[in-house]
């Protein structure tokens, strides 16, 4: 069965820089989650997305972005990064209409020096 | 507002040992309630769920089963093996208004070592 998408899955940026991460729902789910997993935590709620519009925020820094996209994918934009930033992201997806449970990509590593 | 407590780890256990990771919540309304897996250096794998109270959630020989009247749902294996080390995290699934995603609350994660 398809299963959600995240690209890179590797990602080395510099302080001050911008990072685009992308994430790819399973076909059919309408919904987007993003997450932030610091080492040894459990993951962050950062941000959703329901048929391409914002539907709730969590934790998300004012220099992250997000946006849902036609075909369903998702961007989550990273700008001015900093030591900080460096985590596991996880993308997520559900059906909204469907089961509560969500779906989660195999994550990106951004390592920020 | 909704949370999840699980025992802390890490629990190191023998293969073929009896597995319980203790998992209570605090939630209004009638949340789902699920089992997160995560081995080393991968993603989240969702491993059971439960939707309602009585519900018992089953995968690869793991199984909980949701209790309102101990608001809890602890995850259970009869025989653990080496393969089955990782990180398990706690985690329900509620409605902010009917109008929003469904929003994971998490528990902080149970590390899981099986020795040989």
């Known amino acids: 069965a398809a299963g959600v998408i995240q690209s890179p899955r590797h990602l080395i940026k510099e302080k001050r820089e911008t990072a685009t991460l992308k994430c790819y729902p399973i076909?059919?789910?309408?919904?987007v989650y993003w997450y932030q997993q610091g080492p040894g935590q459990d993951p962050q709620f950062l941000i959703s997305f329901y048929e391409k519009m914002q539907s709730d925020k969590g934790s998300i820094p004012d220099r992250f972005s997000a946006q849902q996209f036609s075909d369903y994918h998702s961007e989550l934009n990273m700008s001015s990064l900093e030591l900080g930033d460096s985590a596991l992201y996880f993308c997520?997806?559900?059906?909204?209409?469907?089961?509560?449970?969500?779906?989660f990509g195999p994550g990106t590593r951004l390592t920020v020096t | 507002g909704n949370s999840v407590t699980q025992m802390e780890g890490p629990v190191t256990l023998s293969e073929e040992a009896f597995l319980t990771i203790n998992c209570t919540y605090t939630a209004t309304g009638y949340p789902s309630l699920f089992w997160y897996v995560q081995y080393p250096g991968e993603g989240l794998q969702l491993l059971l769920k439960a939707t309602k109270a009585d519900d018992k959630g089953s995968n690869k020989g793991f199984e909980a089963t949701y209790r309102k009247e101990t608001t809890s749902f602890h995850l259970e294996k009869g025989s653990v093996q080496v393969s089955d080390s990782a990180v398990y995290f706690c985690a329900l699934s509620d409605r902010l208004g009917m109008d929003s995603n469904y929003q994971l609350i998490w528990g902080a994660g149970t590390k899981l070592i099986i020795k040989p």
């Open positions: 997520a997806s559900s059906l909204r209409g469907g089961s509560p449970e969500q779906y």
């Open positions: 076909p059919r789910h309408d919904t």
